[in-house]
């Protein structure tokens, strides 16, 4: 399924032209047809003779509706320039080819109409002349030039001909099974409710297929679709396509939103660019300048942010970043067009280079540029590694989203990056987290940096906890918990307990803390089971030191104030068990008695035991659990 669009001065022809094709006048507006002349999109079809379904939009060409134009002419596949034989190049023609020209469309049809009003031949020959003059330098300069009259029908079967071959030589659009329709027209329609047009640039929708409406977010389901006014349980990528509704009302959605499936794209506010200005703009464009910028069906003022340079001149190409008054949605690769708001005026337009870019641009780092380009002019495997530097730690999915690569492309170059370990998966399955290897060394480098600082300033600790770390590396769990799990597999890192540690960490006292040690021990030594409590420990030798012994397994803590050395700990425990496995059962009191301490101690050392699992209290008595 193709779809075309003319584009012209007023009062050329195009309606007359589209209704000669098809036998249907596009334009639908009592105001258009009173004023004969199209103010909104108007569409119609046509079937070749090949059997090839081909969609028409119809755009405005008067100045004052040329934003009306920009949201019809940004989906089609091929153009169909119309200029009148007894007028000629027109302000509006140099307008819309500009256009054409800045949104890549290079398959296309001249079509001088009007020919029975232009009957002389030398007229026709140096119009001829001057319209390829015009489009000496445009991407349309090796366009066919072909006469028709709407009228009298002369040139129609040839024109219908050249539209054929046209088609059949231009490859099908890419299916990237991320269906995008962005909407064009929005209306209610009596038993079926909320309806919206669009043509699907990507992927297929079908009848019963949950969407979202961007940048809004609402949801709904499709009710229904056609195509060409034909019922339709799919539409493929490429058609002028109808979609009915449900659970959405008219006026939640206007021109410009995009249909997706849900959870498959995000709306930004946020674009990176390749611009090239026309050569005939008023004045030079410059840092800080609000412009009106146009995508897909969308416009939106946003404000210019220029990158490494603060003014670009008419003619010129550079890098812009813009800052989005209002979300949109938008992929790389997606052709734009600037205006500026007042007075009106095509300022240039160009390429999305990153769709979604984490933040605003340092404007003169040689760093950014370099990566724009890459971005802009890289292979597929140049594509998909920027993408993830861009990324950083990233799903599968959201990585070919970003590159915006068709399958086949991605999966290759995915293969490949993966292959040469230019870019890393953070697992053994296809749903691990993916980085680049660059990401993750300077990810790893930070990682260690912020371990050995720890080290450093709590040297009796065993390591940093899980959460500080976390926090540090300001990563959500997800990523966190897949570099901590990775490092460590490659030990780089080693995790005790709750604590991360590098490989080479060890817990070490100095001759004095040796010394506070060995005296603390003997107090321990002197009265086993009437130790000093966790805050005469604190107090005689640090609260580091305490920590320390009791993270290496010297000192065992039963309750917030009571403490043992690990050997006495063992004791007391086996002793414990041995007698309840004699005589079924022990009291707190008989504890108090064995080991010839206080209440205080019996109660935290049992209490504590319950707590592991390995007694349970039955009244006043604990038996084995």
């Not at 390429?351 to 950014?368: E, L």
């Not at 021990?521 to 805050?535: C, G, I, L, M, Q």
Request: hydrophobic content about 40%; some cysteine; glycine content about 8%.
């Amino acid at each position: 399924m193709r779809v075309i669009g003319t584009a012209g001065h007023v009062d050329h022809g195009k309606s007359t032209l589209i209704e000669a094709l098809t036998g249907t006048h596009p334009d639908r507006l009592k105001e258009e047809q009173a004023r004969e002349m199209t103010i909104e999109l108007g569409f119609g079809w046509l079937t070749l003779p090949n059997g090839e379904q081909v969609g028409i939009v119809d755009v405005p060409g008067h100045r004052d509706f040329i934003e009306n134009m920009l949201a019809g002419i940004a989906g089609i596949d091929a153009a169909l320039l119309i200029i009148a034989a007894d007028e000629g190049i027109m302000p509006q023609t140099k307008e819309h080819l500009a256009i054409l020209d800045l949104l890549g469309i290079s398959s296309a049809l001249i079509v001088l109409t009007k020919t029975d009003l232009a009957s002389d031949v030398e007229w026709l020959e140096l119009l001829t002349l001057d319209i390829r003059q015009a489009l000496s330098h445009t991407v349309l300069k090796d366009a066919p030039i072909l006469k028709v009259s709407a009228k009298t029908k002369d040139g129609i079967a040839s024109l219908i001909t050249h539209l054929q071959s046209l088609l059949e030589n231009k490859p099908h659009r890419p299916n990237l099974y991320r269906p995008r329709l962005p909407i064009d027209r929005v209306f209610s329609m009596s038993g079926f409710g909320t309806v919206v047009t669009g043509t699907l640039s990507s992927g297929e929708l079908t009848v019963g297929d949950e969407i979202e409406i961007l940048p809004s977010g609402i949801k709904g389901r499709i009710r229904g679709l056609q195509t060409h006014k034909k019922k339709e349980e799919t539409a493929a990528v490429g058609s002028r396509t109808a979609v009915n509704i449900s659970g959405i009302e008219v006026d939640a959605i206007k021109r410009g939103d995009v249909l997706i499936h849900t959870n498959q794209y995000h709306a930004t506010r946020r674009i990176d660019a390749k611009i090239t200005l026309l050569k005939d703009i008023r004045n030079s464009v410059k840092h800080g300048d609000e412009v009106k910028f146009f995508v897909g069906a969308s416009e939106s003022i946003a404000t210019l942010r220029l990158l490494g340079t603060e003014e670009l001149k008419a003619g010129q190409t550079g890098w812009i970043q813009l800052e989005l008054q209002e979300p949109i949605l938008a992929v790389r690769g997606d052709r734009y067009i600037l205006r500026r708001p007042s007075p009106s005026e095509t300022l240039g337009g160009g390429i999305v280079v990153d769709h979604q870019p984490k933040s605003r641009h340092k404007r003169f780092d040689a760093n950014v540029l370099k990566s724009l380009e890459a971005l802009s002019h890289g292979s597929p495997t140049e594509i998909l590694l920027e993408a993830s530097l861009t990324l950083g730690i990233t799903t599968e999915n959201n990585l070919q989203v970003k590159s915006r690569l068709d399958v086949k492309q991605f999966e290759q170059a995915l293969a490949e990056l993966v292959k040469t370990h230019q870019l890393i998966r953070l697992g053994e399955n296809k749903n691990s987290l993916i980085i680049s290897n660059s990401t993750l060394q300077n990810l790893k480098e930070k990682t260690l940096q912020v371990v050995e600082e720890h080290h450093k300033q709590y040297r009796l600790r065993s390591g940093i906890s899980k959460e500080e770390l976390k926090n540090k590396l300001k990563l959500p769990a997800k990523e966190f918990n897949s570099i901590l799990e990775f490092l460590v597999k490659n030990d780089s890192l080693r995790m005790t307990g709750f604590a991360v540690a590098s490989p080479q960490h060890k817990i070490q006292f100095n001759e004095q803390e040796q010394l506070n040690v060995i005296e603390l021990k003997r107090k321990f030594e002197a009265n086993p089971y009437n130790t000093p409590s966790v805050k005469e420990c604190q107090q005689d030798v640090g609260e580091e030191i305490i920590n320390a012994l009791i993270e290496n397994g010297e000192l065992i803590t039963v309750s917030g104030d009571v403490i043992f050395l690990k050997r006495d700990y063992d004791v007391m425990t086996l002793q414990i068990k041995t007698e309840i496995e004699k005589r079924g059962k022990i009291s707190l009191a008989e504890v108090r008695d064995l080991f010839h301490t206080t209440r205080k101690y019996a109660q935290a050392l049992l209490e504590h035991l319950d707590q592991l699992g390995m007694t349970m209290r039955d009244g006043d008595v604990r038996r084995l659990k």
